[in-house]
Structure formats: structure tokens, C-alpha cells
């Protein structure tokens, strides 16, 4: 039982987490984990005692504390929240990389008949114009994103995670593999991703309001959608074409009643 609250614990930390900068208060960590909200609230006030988590004003939202960013079983949490969170900040990879036509690139930012300087300081949000800058900034997210996702697949493996050091002594993880495995899973965060580039120009123009509101949905409108394709295609031909293929290979009908055991039908996919 005490594991399984500190489990739970551990989870309002990663909620916290999650909502920074802008931090939670305690019906957003309920709804997130579904948990009762006295619950969470006795949860949050140990961990505000502990030193875990902080909180703006007595009815404020809580924030993480340096102690928590320092725990070693929240470090893969952490680096991939915070890695994710900057990385629509960081340095062009396609104009500063060896492997990158840095010409090309520039000429599209800049449009051809302009001269172009390298030592400007460009923020991937601010990118908007035709297709060319679709096929770029995509182009651009995918060295980001695979970058980051191969710093955290190799990191994982790094020996020194397995001889971390608790209290000043030296502790030796006994199941390595799955402390790799338990790594690479808290480190890398799908949604979060999904979170980020939904900032982007080219993704946000086509995304979906709900209904009767401003908020937006993660779904796009058809024709922005079929134009991100066909920039993905025109930049990433000959792997599209293999996705597509095995994208096609899979059963296009799921039995709902046979892997969900609940609700007779089945759902057809559209590919």
C-alpha cells in the first residue's frame, strides 16, 4: 500500500510537471490522474512538506522545486518535459548542420533574388509562406525531433545510469534492462511532442475549433492536412512511400467485440 501511494505521489509530480510554467492546482491534477481531489490534496501538501513541490498562496498552483528536478527517478521525466518544451527554440539544424545544403536553405527563407546572412537569428514559429516553407520547417522538426529522441534512446543506455549514487553510497540497479527501458519511457513524450508542434504556423493554420468555443483540437482541416502530406511526401519520398506500404498492409477492419470483449461491430479505418 505505501508503494502504491508513492507511486501515486510520483505521479502528481509528473502532473505538476506537465503544466509547467504555468503550474496545477488541484482539479486539474484530479482530472489528470482521476483521482479524488482530497486525495490529491493530501498528496500535494506531503510533498509540499518534503520540499517536492511549491505552492503560489494558499490556493494557488503548485510548481516543481529544484529537489524535484535533482530526484534521479524523475530525471528522464524531466529532461524530456524540458528538452520538448525549448526545442521550438533551438538553432536551425538544416542551416547550420555539414550534412545540410545551408544555401538552399536560406534562398528559401530569404527567396532567391535576396542575399542572405547566415548569423541571423531565425525562430522556427515565425516561419510562414508556401509550400517550400512547409517542406523546410518539416524538413527542420524531423532533425529536431530525431535528435532528441536518439539523445534519449542512447543516453538511456549510458553505463553510469546503473550505478547511481542514493545518500552518498553507490547503489547498483539490478534489472539494467528495464531501468533502460523505464528510462527511455518516462523520457519520451508523445503528447507533449504533439503539444509543441501544434504551435507551429504551418500545423495551428488548419487546426479545428471546438465547437461554440476558441480552444483548438489536435485535428486539421482536410486542406491543410493533404498539404502537410504532400510536403512530407515531396521531402521524405522514398521513406513515405514505405510507410504508406506498411501503413497499407494492415488489416483495415478491427474486431471490436474480440479485442474489446464490451461492444459487438467492428470499426473501419480510412486510410
Not at 520540499?51 to 524535484?68: E, N, P, Q, S, V
Not at 555539414?98 to 515565425?126: A, E, H, M, P, Q
Not at 552518498?168 to 519520451?188: P, S
Request: glycine residues 8%; charged residues 25%.
Amino acid at each position: 500500500m505505501a508503494q502504491h501511494a508513492g507511486l501515486r505521489k510520483t505521479s502528481v509530480i509528473k502532473c505538476v510537471m506537465h503544466h509547467e510554467p504555468e503550474g496545477a492546482g488541484t482539479m486539474e491534477i484530479a482530472r489528470d490522474l482521476n483521482l479524488h481531489r482530497d486525495t490529491v490534496l493530501q498528496y500535494c501538501n506531503e510533498l509540499v512538506r518534503k520540499h517536492y513541490l511549491k505552492r503560489d498562496g494558499k490556493k494557488g498552483k503548485y510548481h516543481i522545486t529544484g529537489k524535484a528536478r535533482g530526484e534521479p527517478s524523475l530525471l528522464p521525466f524531466s529532461l524530456g518535459m524540458d528538452a520538448i518544451g525549448k526545442m521550438l527554440d533551438w538553432t536551425f539544424i538544416s542551416s547550420n548542420s555539414k550534412y545540410c545544403n545551408n544555401k538552399l536553405f536560406w534562398t528559401i527563407i530569404y527567396g532567391s533574388k535576396r542575399s542572405f546572412n547566415s548569423d541571423v537569428v531565425i525562430n522556427i514559429r515565425d516561419i510562414i509562406g508556401g509550400l517550400k516553407i512547409d517542406e523546410l520547417v518539416l524538413f527542420e522538426m524531423a532533425n529536431r525531433i530525431g535528435a532528441l529522441i536518439l539523445y534519449i534512446l542512447i543516453g538511456a543506455m549510458n553505463p553510469e545510469i546503473t550505478r547511481l549514487k542514493l545518500n552518498g553510497k553507490e547503489v547498483t540497479i539490478d534489472n539494467q534492462d528495464q531501468d533502460v527501458m523505464n528510462w527511455v519511457e518516462n523520457a519520451i513524450k508523445p503528447v507533449r511532442l504533439l503539444e509543441e508542434i501544434c504551435k507551429l504556423p504551418i500545423i495551428y493554420r488548419g487546426l479545428e475549433p471546438f465547437e461554440n468555443t476558441k480552444s483548438q483540437l489536435f485535428v486539421m482541416n482536410k486542406e491543410n492536412y493533404d498539404r502537410l502530406n504532400q510536403a512530407l511526401k515531396n521531402v521524405f519520398g522514398d521513406v513515405i512511400d514505405e510507410l504508406n506500404k506498411i501503413k497499407s498492409e494492415i488489416p483495415g477492419t478491427i474486431d471490436y467485440f474480440k479485442y474489446k470483449g464490451k461492444s459487438k461491430g467492428t470499426i473501419h479505418i480510412i486510410r
